[in-house]
């Protein structure tokens, strides 16, 4: 499976917007680019997800590198209930639709 | 939509006993479902695939004999930890596909099972 690289720690202040990259310089042409987040003691929630072109939902943005060898999530407005860690992942269509998680970045929102 | 709801949300457990953790599509049919464990301070790690009438795919280094998946209908799986140790202690997520999200993935709110 192809790897992401995400930071370990990201710091946001309330009401700023936050841009989250993500590395995935193996990317095959079949991947998709997936990202969930996970609150404190809670299972992950579905954010958004992609393949070429860049992704809008009520949650977030997606922008997608014309390479595709990296991405970014963007949360407009950081709000303290933002704080999580946020995963990117790649899903191959050939992988029996699993997901791999790595290890996330985790968001800290100042008030 | 798309709710998977999981059961019990923590349960504490004499060693050597079994837990069964539940895991429900609320509002669709779940032809496959995900179980994963997360340690603290760690990322989920996949367990075992679940299909609906099938026996479960395990992963590499999971023992099957320990934990017991069945998924006798398409709106429940279920997780059995059998004869539970302390190492057994951890959180358990289970998921499902969401249904016209290409392969997109809703999540059960986990079971915290600690084993004393």
């Known amino acids: 499976d192809a790897k992401t690289t995400q930071p370990n720690s990201m710091e946001s202040n309330e009401e700023e917007p936050v841009h989250l990259p993500c590395n995935h310089s193996?990317?095959?042409?079949?991947?998709?680019i997936h990202w969930y987040r996970q609150l404190p003691s809670q299972g992950p929630e579905y954010v958004i997800h992609?393949?070429?072109s860049n992704v809008n939902n009520r949650m977030a943005s997606l922008a997608i590198a014309e390479d595709r060898k990296s991405s970014t999530l963007i949360l407009h407005r950081a709000t303290l209930r933002d704080a999580a860690v946020y995963y990117c992942?790649?899903?191959?269509?050939?992988?029996?639709?699993?997901?791999?998680f790595g290890e996330g970045t985790q968001l800290t929102v100042n008030p | 939509g798309a709710v998977v709801s999981q059961h019990p949300s923590w349960v504490i457990c004499k060693s050597g006993t079994s837990v069964k953790i539940e895991c429900r599509s609320l509002?669709?049919?779940?032809?496959?479902m995900f179980w994963y464990r997360q340690f603290p301070k760690q990322s989920l790690m996949l367990m075992a695939t679940?299909?609906?009438?099938?026996?479960?795919?395990?992963e590499q280094g999971v023992e099957k004999d320990k934990f017991l998946i069945n998924h006798a209908s398409l709106t429940l799986s279920t997780l059995t930890v059998t004869s539970a140790h302390p190492e057994d202690s951890s959180f358990y997520i289970c998921?499902?596909?969401?249904?016209?999200?290409?392969?997109?993935?809703?999540f059960g709110s986990g079971t915290r099972l600690t084993v004393v």
């Open positions: 509002d669709f049919q779940a032809t496959t």
């Open positions: 193996t990317i095959s042409g079949t991947d998709y």
């Open positions: 998921s499902a596909s969401i249904p016209g999200i290409l392969y997109g993935y809703t």
């Open positions: 992942i790649l899903n191959k269509e050939t992988s029996g639709s699993r997901l791999t």
């Open positions: 679940s299909n609906e009438g099938s026996k479960a795919t395990y």
């Open positions: 992609g393949l070429t």
